[in-house]
C-alpha cells in the first residue's frame, strides 16, 4: 500500500468517541461519584460497587451522541430514540387540535417508547417556529400503554415550518420518570434534528403526522433521533414489517 494511500485511509469517515454527557445530567452523576467515593474511603464496599455502577449508568443515560440528520424538506425525523410500540390514526390531542393547530381530523401517530438504556435527548422532528409548548401534570402510568397519552404527565409542542407544515408531538412521563426538561420556548426557531428537551427516566414521544402522510416507520422497529425517517410529506402507502 502506497504511502498516498495510508495518508488518506479513513479520511471522511465519521470517527468514534465516547458521547459527551449532557450537563442536565452532570449534577446527578458528581453526586453518585461523591457518595460512592465517601463509601470506598470508609470500606464500605458492598455499597461502593453499587453507587459505583449507577455513577456509570447516571453518566450513560444522559450521554448526548451526535446525530447527522438528513436535510430533506420532505423528512419528518424521529424526535426520540427507541421503539416503535403503537402506530394509530387518532385525534390529535385537544390542546393541539384547535384550527390554529393540527386541526380536529385523525392523523397517524407513531409512539416511541424509551427504556432506561435509551438516549433520551428529543429532538426537532422538522424545522421551523415552536408555535406551542403546552404542560399537563398527570399521573406516571407505563409509558407504554395506550392510555399514558391521555393520563400521564405529559408536554405538548408544536413546530411550524414557513410554508405552514405543522407537526406537533408529546413527551410523556413514565413509571421512573418525573420529569420533563425543555431546552426551547415559544416563538424560538428550531432546525431539524435539533435538541429541545430531554425526560427522566424512562419515557415515550407520540408524533402526530401531518394529514395525508403515513408512518414510514413499522412497529416493532428501533428508531434513532435525529436520523430515522418517520414519515414521507405527502407519501401516503402505510409500511408493514416483520420482526426477525
Known sequence: MSQELLDNRGKGLASWSLPPVHPEGRKFAVIAAGITLIFALMAWETLAWPMGGLTLWILAFFRDPARVTPLDERFVVAPADGLVTLIQEVAPP?????????????????????????????????GGTIRRIVYISGKFLNADLDKASDENERQHIMVERSDGLRIGFTQIAGLVA????????????????????????GSRVDVY????????????????????????????????????
Not at 420556548?185 to 434534528?193: L, S, T, Y
Open 94 to 126: 385537544i390542546e393541539l387540535a384547535d384550527h390554529d393547530g393540527l386541526g380536529p381530523d385523525p392523523l397517524w401517530r407513531v409512539s416511541i417508547f424509551m427504556s432506561v438504556f435509551d438516549v433520551h435527548i428529543n429532538r426537532a422532528p422538522i
Open 209 to 244: 403526522l401531518p394529514r395525508g402522510t403515513a408512518p414510514n416507520v413499522v412497529k416493532g422497529q428501533r428508531i434513532v433521533a435525529g436520523e430515522t425517517v418517520l414519515g414521507i410529506v405527502g407519501d401516503a402507502p402505510v409500511r408493514e414489517g416483520i420482526a426477525h
Open 178 to 201: 418525573r420529569r420533563i426538561v425543555p431546552f426551547v420556548k415559544e416563538g424560538d426557531f428550531v432546525a431539524v434534528g435539533q435538541r429541545v428537551g430531554l425526560i427522566r427516566f
